[in-house]
């Protein structure tokens, strides 16, 4: 079955203490992203890649690592989380870099607390 | 990155009414696509549309793309329970969906 899988699907953690979510896809897509989604602000987008080695920033950046060493894999990295990283998570990919003609993929979330 | 305005922000219908949700951008776009995210899970690709004055159908579901293609459309004819969910516009920026904030359908039966 086509999808994209995140792990954890939930996450209690405390300040500092670093942690990673991952992602892998199994559909050979070139472009992978990752969103968070806050109540009242939506999805923003946090980083994407447009194939290996080829990571940018999104929207809202700050306080996050990402890393494409594989095609089908795109972690998520909080070195030092604070609470105001709580957040519902979703990594997301598409098989064409701007998108025309495909939608994205969205895994099933990641509910990521800080405290 | 350029948000689209998504509106109502909230709608609350009998089953069997119909529903529209608007997306209006500022600025020209290249296409517009839309998602269903139902409670507790997450987004889902509906359809694409690129071409202005662009009309869709996927069963009881019509989308359409302005003339000027800087406003989009989806209207859902008798809506079912099945129906409930929120849903989201979406513009393609290049490298990135910028999604509009949603709106929130509530189906009573």
Known sequence: ?115 | GQQVMQIPQYQHVQEGEDFTTYCNSSTTLSNIQWYKQRPGGHPVFLIQLVKSGEVKKQKRLTFQFGEAKKNSSLHITATQTTDVGTYFCARDSGYALNFGKGTSLLVTP
């Not at chain 1, 939930?10 to 500092?16: A, E, S």
């Not at chain 1, 095609?71 to 990594?91: G, H």
């Open chain 1, 1 to 115: 079955e086509a999808q994209v899988t995140q792990n954890p699907r939930y996450l209690i953690t405390v300040t500092g203490k670093k942690l990673t979510v991952t992602c892998s896809q199994n559909m050979n897509h070139e472009y992978m992203s990752w969103y968070r989604q806050d109540p009242g602000l939506g999805l923003r987008q946090i980083y994407y890649s447009m194939n290996v080695e080829v990571t940018d920033k999104g929207d809202v950046p700050e306080g996050y690592k990402v890393s494409r060493k594989e095609k089908r894999n795109f972690p998520l990295i909080l070195e030092s989380p604070s609470p105001n990283q709580t957040s519902l998570y979703f990594c997301a990919s598409s098989p064409a870099v701007q998108g025309v003609g495909y939608g994205y993929t969205f895994g099933s979330g990641t509910r990521l607390t800080v405290v």
